[in-house]
């Protein structure tokens, strides 16, 4: 009987590894073809404090982190990206954040994921102007 429970005890504990180490406690992403941990990974691994996650036939998909900060954090992060690009914002409405270039207008959503890390949805033009 105790060999039974040092087994359970020990395959319990290899089963709570796993999931930690693959970070499947995050909730899943909206992106098919990339899991939390990666996701997470790239951002680290990243110099800028957004990284591109997944590229989607009519967007684009980010992640940064919001480091206790608030929402806030994660609309300025998006500004300073887009605006490197020659995008200048316009407004903020809801999720939504708006910019124009050559009288052309872009779309970013941003979504909450966890309570670190946020998503950024853009539109796929943002690359091609």
Do not use: C, H
């Amino acid at each position: 009987m105790r060999k039974v429970g040092m087994i359970l005890g020990l395959f319990i504990a290899v089963i709570a590894v796993f999931v930690f180490i693959n970070k499947l406690y995050y909730p899943s992403l909206p992106i098919d073809d990339i899991s939390a941990k990666e996701a997470i990974d790239k951002l680290k691994e990243s110099d800028s404090k957004i990284a591109e996650i997944a590229v989607e036939s009519d967007s684009i998909w980010y992640i940064t982190s919001i480091e206790n900060k608030g929402i806030s954090i994660a609309d300025e992060n998006i500004k300073q990206m887009i605006g490197s690009d020659g995008w200048g914002f316009k407004e903020k409405d809801g999720t939504g954040l708006f910019f124009e270039k050559d009288g052309k207008r872009l779309i970013a959503t941003t979504q909450m994921w966890t309570k670190k890390y946020v998503l950024v949805k853009v539109q796929n033009k943002f690359n091609n102007l």
